[in-house]
C-alpha cells in the first residue's frame, strides 16, 4: 500500500508567477484535501476534493484553485503568487468515511518559496 | 468561525515526567477534537480521537465542554514522544483547523 505522495518537494517561483503542485492519493482513498502551513503555525485548510468535486474550501482567495481526477489524484493551482504564499503545502488524503473519523493521511508537503 | 488555541509553543520535560500539552478550541456547533502528531522526519499522523475515548502510546485526553479545552496527557513521558504535537477540531463540514502546535521535548 503506497502512501500519499507529492511533487515537487522543493520549488522556487517569484512574484505573479503561477505555480502547479500535484499530489497522489494513497490507494484506494477518495477524498483529499489540501493545507497550507505557513513558518512556525498549524496546517490551514484550503479546499477539500470528493469524487472529483470540492465539497469544502476555507478561508482562501479563488486564485488558489484545484483539481481531483478520476484516479483520485489532485492538483493545487496558485495564480499571481505573492510572497507570503510562502509555505509548505500539504496534501492529505482519506476514505469518505475518514473524512467522518477525522483520520487525515498526510504527504510529506511541497515547500514553495516566492521571491 | 472555529479556533483552536495551543498556548504552549515549547514544552520541556524530563523522562519519566508528567507531560500535559494544553488545547483550548472556540467552535458554535458540536465539536470534534483530535491530536494529530509529527516525530522528526516523519509524517504528520493521528495520534487520537476524543470520540474514540482511547489511550494511544500512553497518551489520553478529555474533552471538556465547560471548560473548550481537550488537553493531551501522558502520566510518563518517554524520549520517543520527543515531537510536534498539533490539536485539530472537526467543524460539521469536516474541515480540520488545526492549533499552530507545541514542540514537545523529552529529556533523559
Known amino acids: 500500500e503506497t502512501g500519499v505522495t507529492q511533487s515537487p518537494t522543493h520549488l522556487i517561483k517569484t512574484r505573479g508567477q503561477q505555480v502547479t503542485l500535484r499530489c497522489s492519493s494513497q490507494s484506494g482513498h477518495n477524498t483529499v484535501s489540501w493545507y497550507q502551513q505557513a513558518l512556525g503555525q498549524g496546517p490551514q485548510f484550503i479546499f477539500q476534493?470528493?469524487?472529483?468535486?470540492?465539497?469544502g474550501r476555507g478561508n482562501f482567495p479563488p486564485r488558489f484553485s484545484g483539481l481531483q481526477f478520476p484516479n483520485y489524484s489532485s492538483e493545487l493551482n496558485v495564480n499571481a503568487l505573492e510572497l507570503d504564499d510562502s509555505a509548505l503545502y500539504l496534501c492529505a488524503s482519506s476514505l469518505s468515511s475518514g473524512v467522518v473519523t477525522g483520520e487525515l493521511f498526510f504527504g510529506e508537503g511541497s515547500r514553495l518559496t516566492v521571491l | 468561525a472555529q479556533r483552536v488555541t495551543q498556548p504552549e509553543k515549547l514544552l520541556s520535560v524530563f523522562k519519566g515526567a508528567p507531560v500535559e500539552l494544553k488545547c483550548n478550541y472556540s467552535?458554535?456547533?458540536?465539536?470534534?477534537l483530535f491530536w494529530y502528531v509529527q516525530y522528526s522526519r516523519q509524517r504528520l499522523q493521528l495520534l487520537l480521537r476524543h470520540i474514540s475515548r482511547e489511550s494511544i502510546k500512553g497518551f489520553t485526553a478529555d474533552l471538556n465542554k465547560g471548560e473548550t479545552s481537550f488537553h493531551l496527557k501522558k502520566p510518563f513521558a518517554q524520549e520517543e514522544d520527543s515531537a510536534m504535537y498539533y490539536c485539530?477540531?472537526?467543524?460539521?463540514?469536516?474541515?480540520?483547523?488545526f492549533g499552530a502546535g507545541t514542540t514537545v521535548t523529552v529529556r533523559a
Open positions: 485539530a477540531l472537526r467543524s460539521d463540514d469536516y474541515k480540520l483547523s
Open positions: 467552535y458554535s456547533g458540536s465539536p470534534e
Open positions: 476534493y470528493y469524487r472529483e468535486e470540492e465539497n
